[in-house]
């Protein structure tokens, strides 16, 4: 073999190894992500409101036993009669993942209604099993 064969497959052999460290040093895969319904065990705030001003209401439940469950996104859709929520939350789990051993919460996360409402405004959060948390607010 001439000597700048036994140079080239050396260089081949360091650019391997070299690439196969980073590799594997980097999660190409990436960790795995599930989306899933949180759910929501109250909810809380005025139960009376006025029409044309702004409200909350505050929403409290378990997102997961660890901190690998986090809160992806409230969904709300509203009309003047009504709203609906969906709670989505993610957990992550694989990869290079390293999850605190607290369980995880909504502790009063806010939800925003904007005016106008009308009376009776009915508050529907969406459970993971397909019920739904109603709640009625009066509007003055």
Do not use: W
């Not at 700048?4 to 895969?29: G, Q």
Request: glycine share 10%; proline share 7%.
């Amino acid at each position: 073999m001439t000597a700048s064969r036994k140079l080239c497959n050396a260089l081949h052999a360091i650019v391997a190894v070299t690439l196969s460290m980073t590799l594997s040093a980097c999660d190409l895969v990436g960790p795995n992500r599930r989306e899933f319904v949180v759910q929501i065990d109250s909810l809380s705030g005025p139960t009376a409101v006025s029409g044309g001003a702004a409200f909350e209401q505050f929403l409290f439940g378990g997102l997961g036993p660890d901190g690998c469950y986090h809160l992806k996104a409230v969904l709300l859709t509203q009309s003047t009669t009504n709203a609906d929520i969906t709670v989505v939350g993610e957990h992550t789990s694989g990869g290079s993942v390293m999850c605190p051993a607290s369980p995880v919460g909504l502790e009063g996360r806010p939800v925003k209604f904007t005016p106008p409402v009308t009376d009776p405004f009915t508050i529907r959060v969406h459970q993971p099993n397909g019920a739904v948390l109603t709640r009625i607010i009066r509007v003055e």
